[in-house]
């Protein structure tokens, strides 16, 4: 089912990136979340706990889809990201030194979000779903009516309207995944930055946003 | 650790009585709630907006509460503060737009028996606990019960969250008639007609009164799989968590707030 979905997916792909028309608008992509769930932020040789923002500003024609494990996925590699973590009536804001996070979205398996070079396709920041139906979010929403297409009657009418190929404005929520290992540092210009790993709580929520500027 | 704990903590035994009520008393506090929600404010419509609601008090206004177990062994308990200003921001289409709600409409509640925390209205026909903005299950924190209401020989009031710095993030709410599928599962158990249940209620006959006009916020994120083979899905909510298909943070900060430039 979910090759055949896949083929779905890649001719919807191809639709927009060839009809789409929004190529070289500047885009910011964000994901937000929290440390209640996550565990603090550790920066360097600190650690932050409030409201995370994950952003990567970038343009729309660097958005593009690739083939990845028999699964067509929107990916934007190109841009700048920054965290910045508000909490207590602090803010702080470190910028992520360039080449080591991507934007993705695998619609099939309801994964969306932040990857990276040292970490892999779901850290630091990724909504996923194990079991995906409704309950998970508007991405497992997606992922389940992507395998099960009769299922789109259990959700609003104009769910689908919310898939995005990451070239124009998008608003998606989810389950966060969370490290189960020591994760990798991801360097800043405060210093190494981890997120999550073996003693998170989990269960976070988390909101993923797109923005033409 | 609430506010006024960690203060006390902080001081000589002797005296700390006196400065412990002190210092609570003169604690502000900001509590706030958001996600994207389609919205009306006065003659605008905003699709897919950034609903930010915050109420600003003190930590000395907040009070337990506790139902007890109800006939249908349900129990709401935790802390809630009914004192403050309330705001909301919205921002959408690139703008933002702050209104202020007037006063005795809204109150914040962490309900530690429910996982749920956010801002809840009170309306002429009463309250509306998942209205205009609620947070549920995620990492909102739970605590039992016990089963008595406050007042009642052996109340026990459940752990004060509120009091302290937080973030939590949930499935988030603006229904009408929260939990509407207990509604419907009470009357299709019992035989009665459902017509009308299982859904959240109209928003825009529970009107916020703000300085810049109404405000009205539409849950639109919905999941309704079928509930029976008999019914069809789209008529009943999957149930008052994971009914909702959207998402939200709610957060506490402790301390005056910034100024702000609007």
């Known amino acids: ?213 | 650790m609430s506010a006024f704990t960690a203060s006390c903590r902080s001081l000589a035994a002797g005296t700390a009585a006196l400065l412990c009520s002190l210092s609570a008393s003169a604690t502000p506090v900001t509590y706030s709630a958001w996600t994207v929600a389609d919205i009306t404010l006065g003659a605008g419509h905003y699709k897919h907006a950034e609903v930010h609601f915050s109420l600003t008090g003190d930590t000395n206004d907040l009070s337990a509460f506790d139902t007890g177990q109800l006939p249908d062994y349900q129990e709401g308990c935790g802390w809630q503060i009914q004192k403050g200003s309330v705001s909301v921001r919205i921002v959408a289409g690139g703008q933002t737009i702050t209104a202020h709600l007037k006063p005795g409409q809204v109150s914040v509640a962490h309900d530690s028996c429910n996982l749920g925390a956010g801002f809840v209205g009170y309306f002429p026909d009463g309250l509306q606990p998942g209205y205009p903005l609620v947070i549920d299950g995620g990492s909102v924190p739970y605590s039992s019960g016990g089963g008595v209401a406050q007042g009642q020989p052996g109340f026990l009031a459940a752990p004060n969250f509120l009091g302290s710095n937080l973030i939590w993030s949930g499935h988030a709410w603006s229904c009408i008639n929260f939990p509407p599928e207990q509604l419907w599962y009470d009357a299709f158990t019992s035989g009665a007609s459902t017509a009308g249940l299982g859904k959240c209620g109209d928003p825009s006959a529970y009107p916020l009164h703000t300085d810049k006009g109404d405000l009205i916020v539409y849950q639109n994120l919905y999941y309704m799989p079928a509930p029976d083979p008999t019914v069809p899905p789209g008529e009943v909510l999957y149930d008052d968590y994971s009914g909702s298909l959207n998402d939200g943070f709610f957060a506490a900060t402790l301390g005056a707030p910034a100024a702000s430039g609007e």
């Open chain 1, 1 to 213: 089912m979910k090759k055949l979905l896949s083929c779905v997916a890649l001719a919807c792909g191809l639709l927009g990136l060839t009809a789409g028309a929004q190529a070289g608008k500047s885009i910011t992509y964000t994901m937000y979340a929290e440390t209640t769930a996550m565990g603090p932020v550790m920066i360097g040789s600190k650690s932050y706990s409030g409201q995370i923002a994950l952003s990567f500003e970038s343009d729309t024609h660097f958005a593009h889809l690739a083939k990845e494990n028999g699964v067509y996925v929107y990916r934007n590699d190109t841009g700048t990201a920054s965290i910045t973590i508000s909490g207590g009536g602090k803010t702080v804001t470190a910028h992520i030194k360039p080449g080591q996070i991507y934007v993705r979205y695998d619609q099939v398996n309801g994964d969306l979000g932040f990857g990276s070079t040292v970490g892999g396709i779901y850290y630091p920041l990724t909504i996923s779903c194990y079991q995906c139906y409704g309950y998970a979010g508007i991405t497992s929403a997606l992922a389940d009516i992507a395998a099960y297409p009769t299922d789109e009657s259990a959700y609003p009418a104009n769910i689908m309207s919310y898939a995005t190929e990451l070239q124009g404005p998008a608003y998606l929520t989810g389950v966060l995944t969370v490290s189960s290992t020591t994760p990798p540092a991801i360097n800043t210009d405060l210093g190494p930055m981890m997120i999550g790993g073996p003693n998170a709580p989990g269960n976070g929520k988390a909101i993923f946003t797109a923005r033409i500027n």
